[in-house]
């Protein structure tokens, strides 16, 4: 080992969202060109913003997970802090190394950031190589028949599906013959302090994950033997732990590929369709990101640049505590603060009764997504925020304003979602745990709730502040 401190340079391995060694084209570029392998991860701001802190609780698991794999494959994790414009020309020169390589990412600040520390190698004479890692089919690749990028979900996904050109998952290293010396300010993970300290509000985050390449891997194959045939049935029932895959939070920081994905769901054959075209909405919020760089900070349609917000601070307030006093909406902003994931379905209404019931900008709720969600990606929640504001492409229209109790009876009509996540309603008879105002005094009673003291009265009255978000959606357009 030590030879080859001396005596070859290295190719640096530079790890960022793909923190996994199976089905990384990167890191099997590095391995087959002969040379050791200096593997890095470098800490630094994500998408032009300073990480969210479940996203950070995810992050540090997942390096240790990386770290363990690569060690028994024979390399050595290092890790640096900083600006990685300055940090990796001057790493290439301290150890010698040729050439660089990275999975490129499609934000308009990680594009920027790549781009310069190209052009500062090549100017050095260093090669530096980005590989496709991250998704099926690079956002640039799929476009219209007038050469334009898509911006409908459902003739997208047509053409991705017609051209069926997915190359194989490619195979993890058998071995990686790391280059493990010792590099200046490199430091062990704990001391990047990713970890929620005083108070530590992750505590409940353990059980539901296991982050690292393990643990996606089983969490796929069990979803795919066991759950996958009823996805489309049970994909929108909230209490249903198994209704969906659970793999976002693996996928954001690349733990799995969406390649080994298709190929592992096709393997299984049968009713596969509906959850593989969700596979394919995450890759259309890249091709809209990458075309709309500001797509988390702008709206897409700037029609809605008008439209006359009441940011109330104490209703964000309430939205961010499950304080709303409408069970659903609460139930889902309770779960992700406890586990750092919410529901798909309860996003949408959780997020349509901030934007359309307390005419909160919809860029507030972006932005507690993007600290409170163990899954938070810059493509995924920006399109999503927009598409349920009506700001966005191929967006739910804005005066379709998802009725927060309704939403609750069809999609948790047992009112188990909301009893788990919500304790203080778990005597509330079925009929009345959507909607506990209605419920007669003796009924409440009964439940032992007293509204306005042990569980709030509604925020806002549905019918008057549905009026209202259109009344004020009217007036924008003039
Ligand atoms: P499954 O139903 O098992 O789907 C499989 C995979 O497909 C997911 O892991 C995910 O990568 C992808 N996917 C599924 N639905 C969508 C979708 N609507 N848009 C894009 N990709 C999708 N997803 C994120 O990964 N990160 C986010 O920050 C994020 N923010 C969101 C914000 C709002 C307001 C809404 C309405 C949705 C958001 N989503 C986000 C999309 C979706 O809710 C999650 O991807 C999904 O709930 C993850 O659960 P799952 O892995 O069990 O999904």
């Known amino acids: 080992m030590r030879k080859h401190i001396m005596t070859q340079s290295p190719n640096i391995l530079w790890f960022r969202r793909d923190l996994r060694v199976a089905d990384h084209p990167a890191l099997t570029a590095a391995v087959e060109s002969g040379a050791p392998v200096l593997c890095l991860y470098i800490d630094h701001d994500f998408a032009g913003r300073a990480r969210g802190g479940a996203s950070k609780w995810w992050l540090h698991h997942s390096l240790k997970s990386l770290k363990a794999d690569l060690k028994s494959l024979g390399a050595k994790l290092h890790i640096l802090r900083g600006n990685p414009d300055v940090i990796i020309p001057s790493l290439v020169q301290e150890v010698a190394a040729s050439a660089v390589h990275w999975s490129r990412r499609y934000d308009g600040d990680s594009i920027e950031l790549d781009k310069s520390i190209k052009s500062t190698l090549k100017d050095d004479g260093i090669d530096a190589h980005s590989h496709s890692g991250s998704l099926l089919r690079e956002p640039w690749e799929v476009k219209t028949g007038s050469d334009t990028y898509y911006k409908v979900f459902t003739?997208?996904?047509?053409?991705?599906?017609?051209?069926?050109d997915i190359g194989p998952a490619l195979p993890a290293p058998k071995s990686i013959d790391g280059w493990n010396g010792n590099i200046k300010g490199a430091m062990p993970i704990d001391d990047l302090e990713l970890l929620p300290t005083d108070p530590d509000w992750a505590g409940g985050f353990d059980d539901p994950w296991t982050p690292g390449s393990a643990g996606a891997h089983?969490?796929?194959?069990?979803?795919?033997?066991?759950?996958?045939?009823d996805y489309k049935e049970q994909r929108n029932m909230a209490a249903n732990e198994h209704g969906t895959s659970g793999l976002s939070p693996h996928l954001a920081f690349g733990e799995i590929s969406p390649r080994e994905i298709w190929h592992e769901t096709h393997k299984v054959g049968g009713n596969t369709y509906t959850f593989l075209s969700e596979v394919g909405?995450?890759?259309?919020?890249?091709?809209?990101?990458?075309?709309?760089?500001?797509?988390?900070?702008?709206?897409?349609k700037e029609a809605f640049d008008d439209f006359k917000w009441q940011n109330s601070k104490a209703k964000l307030r309430a939205w961010q505590h499950g304080k709303t006093g409408y069970p659903f909406v609460d139930a889902g902003l309770?779960?992700?603060?406890?586990?750092?994931?919410?529901?798909?379905?309860?996003?949408?209404?959780?997020?349509?009764?901030?934007i359309k019931h307390l005419l909160v900008d919809w860029r507030k709720g972006e932005e507690w997504f993007w600290d409170t969600l163990v899954d938070a990606d810059p493509a995924s929640n920006a399109a999503s925020w927009q598409w349920v504001a009506g700001s966005?492409?191929?967006?739910?229209?804005?005066?379709?304003?998802?009725?927060?109790?309704?939403?609750?009876?069809?999609?948790?009509?047992?009112g188990e979602y909301v009893k788990r996540w919500v304790p203080e309603l778990s005597g509330m008879p079925k009929k009345y745990i959507h909607r506990p105002w209605e419920a007669p005094d003796e009924v409440l009673a009964k439940a032992g709730v007293k509204l306005g003291k042990d569980y709030p009265k509604p925020i806002v009255e549905h019918k008057a502040a549905r009026e209202e978000a259109l009344g004020r959606y009217k007036d924008s357009r003039g």
């Open 155 to 164: 003739p997208y996904w047509k053409a991705c599906l017609k051209r069926d």
């Open 218 to 229: 089983k969490r796929l194959k069990s979803f795919l033997k066991n759950h996958v045939d």
């Open 281 to 300: 909405w995450r890759e259309f919020s890249y091709v809209l990101l990458y075309h709309n760089p500001k797509l988390g900070s702008e709206n897409y």
């Open 334 to 354: 309770r779960q992700l603060w406890a586990t750092g994931w919410m529901h798909n379905r309860v996003r949408m209404v959780t997020a349509s009764f901030l």
């Open 392 to 414: 966005g492409a191929d967006a739910s229209p804005y005066f379709r304003i998802f009725n927060p109790f309704t939403q609750g009876e069809k999609f948790d009509p047992d």
